[in-house]
């Protein structure tokens, strides 16, 4: 569902409802570290338009000039080999750049994800250039894959192994190279098309169920908004520019205080007790709801996790990792979480 | 044919409105109709996307010629991206499931994006999709369904002078050059200048929401599509208020391709028969009642709704009349007719659990079937050649050789050749077929079945493998679950297997042997277990006068195929052993089990 004017995405602050979604969404771009958002629901949810629209509030941050990987000279660990060199002698120049939503079409080759031999370049001067794919874009950015539970697996593959690794190494076509490739994953599917690997699921940081309005005012509402934007883009974005700039505002504060936030002894005996009661296997989930917990708390300005905080954000990490036969589906109750954490926590 | 020549005059009219589908059996003058609009509105036919096209045709690709000739590269865009006006994609049930997704989401977009084979772009595409399909065999996704704003069914024109009329004309047009019509092109430009001014009052909306709730559409594409609909059929009519017709049209369009059957929700149309009170409303539930009987009375589905009344309530057609039943009646009489037609291709629409144990098998180097993944050097007999993995690997020695022979252009050795290295996966139809006639009414002996079906798909059910359940008994014999991925559904489905009646095993056997062969003609990397179900107490022969086991026997021995196996489970419960199933399974080559000896850990299938 696009307008005319085709640059221009429907408000992130115009969607109606949707609010886990949303929430994290954002609470990913504050900490990308979370490990990314896995959206599944029904058709029609408002799911592509949603992450589409992330591109409005995303923050600015610093990038090497020229770099084709646009690296961050404040994460030393991920450079590429010339900003590496670059930054350890001091000698570059920086800018700042918009943080992208760098999407991968379904039918994507693997060439054109992991990069491969620029052919314009070498059949013009004869001379091997590396040329970055789908991954180099991501760096940095978010990477949105639709119909995630569609795609091809050895492209799966490619994916899971570079997020996995924060790097990308590509060795084909006489090409020995590898850049950095740290993003946040985010995928949308509609279950009804089938279903996703267990391992790829588990690579989500978080997954969101994602339902249809019921209330008919609401719904009516949608189409009003869906309406009138595409009646006059322009116009109806330039209407809630306000409103959007706020938001990025908010998310900027937030990522600049996250590392204020404290967890306490408390908090983290109560989330490895949540994971041991949900039946979580490995750390990946204790880490998540910790991080997610200190950026949801980083986002509402504030440097205590509280109990909100937890409870409103765990349900997001654990919903999709609990363990399920294959005709039955765990079940995730909100109420034993809650009850769990008052117990730690105390309310 | 009004409502799709209104479709697709309005499809021309919202440039939001990106794609219609049309339904219909063969025959029904689907690509004709598209094709005879376009020469009326453009001048030309519709460009038509084949059965065979690649994603670089499609979507764009790099221009090898010039690449070859010049060493430029230079794009060169799609079918997609050359038209502007109407891409008709014939049978798009047979298409690729992600192509056509891909397709879909491009033309929302409003633009293509391409990631492949060395190649990556973003450019516009403002082409609109007319599509067809005849899904009574393939089924379309219910996500693709859904990104189509509208869906008109066509029925086979039953009359024998309409037939002779349309033969006529299409022998005269292919002789004629296709004629503009200027008059439709004008009430298309005024429309679309008026589209932009129309105001869709908020009763109008409500009343699209709360129908497709009561439909059970998911997500909220299908109201925006109507409420889009509502408007540009207003305007094509040049008026700028949105009348009932309007709405009605709008709905019938909108709502046909999604609704998803509740009947669970009956109770709760009750309520909303309240909402429904006003007049306004009153009309418009007439109408769409009314047509979508006639629908079922005369399109495919009617087949389907008279078969599957066989074991439904029958269904009661209300009169059309303004005075007649209560409204509340109406609705639910309504909601009865979906009931009936949707009951086969019900089951796809309800979700499914996740599973969650996986094995995935794959063929590499599948000859030149599947999927195109990477290159290796070609050993120089090939015919399946890399042509870009080959520029590719010629480029770095392009200057030196432009030296060494004083060419121009992109010199290619034999050593440079790569050929396409392929991957498919094989993947698994589990075919059920179930003996649901008299011989098994007990209902017990029903649930063992069941009980059996379940725990066998517990064990071998893997993710790229589908599941179809066929019935059998006097009165109906059918898929009652069409191949679906969706295997969480499979369960209700055969919670409500019905049983009765006599068994028709040579007609069964002999539907089987078809359906499952057109089945693995269709996907030939796919691989076919039949799980035949009964008690091989056969009492309908085909032929009349034929001793029904013998035949059944005689069927049996002719019924194998390539890339299908058998199993028989015998559903007769004694301890002795039933020779009619045993002569069964000799005849048909199958292991024979005995329903008991299904426990979940056996492996029958491997």
């Known amino acids: 569902m696009s307008g005319k004017e085709k640059s221009l995405q429907f408000p992130f602050v115009r969607i109606v409802g949707q609010e886990e979604m949303k929430r994290a969404l954002l609470l990913n771009i504050i900490d990308p570290s979370i490990g990314g958002v896995l959206l599944r629901g029904e058709k029609g949810t408002a799911k592509s338009t949603t992450v589409r629209s992330l591109a409005q509030i995303l923050p600015q941050v610093r990038c090497i000039s020229g770099c084709q990987f646009h690296c961050n000279p404040d994460a030393p660990r991920d450079l590429c080999d010339d900003c590496k060199k670059k930054v350890e002698s001091g000698e570059f120049e920086e800018t700042m750049r918009s943080m992208r939503v760098v999407e991968l079409p379904l039918n994507a080759t693997e060439d054109r994800i992991s990069g491969s031999l620029d052919v314009e370049h070498v059949l013009r001067t004869g001379e091997r250039k590396y040329e970055g794919g789908v991954l180099a874009q991501a760096n940095g950015n978010l990477l949105y894959v639709d119909e995630v539970n569609l795609l091809d697996d050895h492209i799966v593959d490619l994916l899971l192994d570079s997020a996995a690794m924060g790097r990308n190494f590509v060795e084909r076509e006489g090409i020995s190279f590898s850049h950095p490739a740290r993003f946040v994953l985010i995928g949308s599917m509609n279950p009804e098309e089938g279903t996703l690997r267990p391992q790829l699921m588990d690579r989500f940081g978080m997954c969101v169920d994602i339902k249809t309005e019921r209330d008919p005012d609401v719904r009516v509402e949608v189409i009003k908004r869906r309406l009138a934007f595409d009646a006059d883009p322009e116009g109806f974005t330039a209407e809630c520019k306000a409103d959007v700039d706020a938001l990025r505002e908010k998310i900027i504060a937030a990522k600049s205080c996250l590392n204020e936030v404290k967890v306490s002894d408390k908090v983290l005996t109560a989330i490895a007790m949540i994971s041991i009661e949900f039946g979580m296997e490995g750390h990946r989930a204790d880490l998540a709801m910790i991080r997610a917990a200190k950026a949801n708390a980083a986002l509402e300005g504030r440097k205590e996790i509280t109990f909100n905080d937890i409870s409103s954000t765990a349900s997001l990490i654990l919903r999709h990792r609990m363990k399920s036969g294959p005709f039955e589906e765990a079940e995730f109750r909100q109420s034993q979480l809650d009850s769990l954490l008052r117990g730690y926590l105390g309310s | ?606």
Do not use: W
Not at chain 2, 241 to 246: K, Q, R, S, Y
Not at chain 2, 290 to 300: H, P, S, V, Y
Not at chain 2, 302 to 318: I, Y
């Open chain 2, 1 to 606: 044919m009004e409502d799709a020549l209104r479709a697709l005059t309005c499809l021309m009219v919202d440039p939001d409105l990106h794609g219609l589908l049309i339904k219909g059996p063969a025959g029904s003058g689907k690509s004709a109709l598209i094709h005879a609009f376009s020469a009326a509105y453009t001048g030309k036919r519709a460009r038509i996307v084949p059965q065979n096209i690649t994603d670089e045709q499609l979507f764009g690709s790099i221009d090898l010629e010039l690449v070859l000739s010049t060493g430029e590269v230079q794009f060169e865009p799609g079918i997609l991206g050359k038209e502007k006006d109407i891409v008709l994609v014939d049978d798009i049930n047979l298409l690729p499931k992600n192509l056509s997704l891909a397709l879909m989401d491009s033309v929302h977009r409003g633009e293509i994006h391409i990631e492949r084979e060395g190649l990556s772009k973003t450019y516009p595409c403002s082409a609109r999709i007319v599509a067809t399909a005849n899904d009574r065999e393939q089924p379309l996704s219910s996500g693709l369904n859904d990104l189509f704003d509208m869906c008109v069914i066509l029925p086979r024109d039953p009359d024998c002078e309409k037939r002779c009329a349309v033969l006529e004309s299409m022998l005269s047009e292919s002789a004629l050059e296709p004629e503009v019509d200027k008059e439709l092109i004008e009430r298309i430009e005024k429309a679309k200048g008026l589209v932009g001014k129309i105001v869709i009052p908020d009763q109008i909306l409500e009343a699209i929401v709360e129908t497709c709730d009561m439909y059970g559409v998911q997500g909220m594409r299908g109201s925006l599509s109507a409420a889009m609909v509502c408007r540009a059929s207003a305007a094509i009519d040049g008026r700028t208020m949105i009348t009932e017709d309007d709405l009605s049209f709008s709905l019938r369009t909108c709502i046909t391709h999604r609704r998803t059957h509740l009947r669970k929700q009956t109770k709760e149309v009750e309520d909303k028969v309240m909402f429904f009170g006003d007049s306004h409303m009153k009309r418009f539930i007439h109408d769409d009642r009314k047509a979508l009987q006639e629908k079922a009375e005369e399109g495919e589905e009617g087949a389907a709704s008279t078969q599957a009344a066989d074991f439904v309530e029958p269904v009661k057609k209300t009169k059309e009349d303004d005075s007649g039943p209560e409204l509340e009646e109406l609705v639910l009489d309504m909601e009865k007719l979906f009931d009936t037609i949707d009951l086969l291709d019900d089951s796809r629409k309800k979700k499914g659990p996740t599973d969650n144990h996986l094995l995935r098998r794959f063929i590499k180097d599948a000859g030149k079937e599947g999927r195109y993944v990477s290159s290796c050097p070609a050993d120089g007999t090939t015919s399946d050649l890399a042509v870009d993995a080959t520029v590719r690997y010629a480029a770095p020695y392009q200057n030196q050789r432009r030296k060494n022979t004083g060419r121009d252009g992109v010199i290619i050795m034999p050593s440079d050749l790569r050929k396409k290295v392929r991957e498919k996966h094989t993947s698994c139809l589990f075919f059920f077929m179930v003996d649901n006639s008299g011989s098994l009414v007990l209902r017990a002996r029903m649930r063992a079945v069941k009980a059996a079906i379940v725990s066998m798909l517990a064990d071998h059910y893997v993710r790229s493998d589908s599941v179809a359940v066929m019935t059998f008994n006097e009165e109906f014999i059918g898929m009652l679950l069409p191949p679906t991925r969706s295997v969480g559904g499979v369960k209700k489905i055969i919670d409500d297997i019905p049983t009765g009646k006599k068994t028709p095993l040579s007609e069964a056997l002999s539907f089987m042997h078809q359906y499952v062969g057109q089945y693995l003609r269709k996907n030939p990397s796919n691989v076919a277990f039949v799980i035949l179900m009964t008690d091989a107490g056969a009492n309908i022969a085909m032929t009349e006068g034929n001793d029904p086991l013998e035949e059944a026997l005689d069927i049996a021995t002719r019924v194998r195929l390539d890339r299908m196996e058998m199993v028989l489970v015998d559903t007769k419960v004694s301890t002795e052993v039933n020779e009619k199933a045993k002569k069964l399974s000799i005849a048909l080559e199958a292991p024979y089990y005995k329903i008991e000896d299904l426990r979940s850990s056996d492996n029958i299938l491997h």
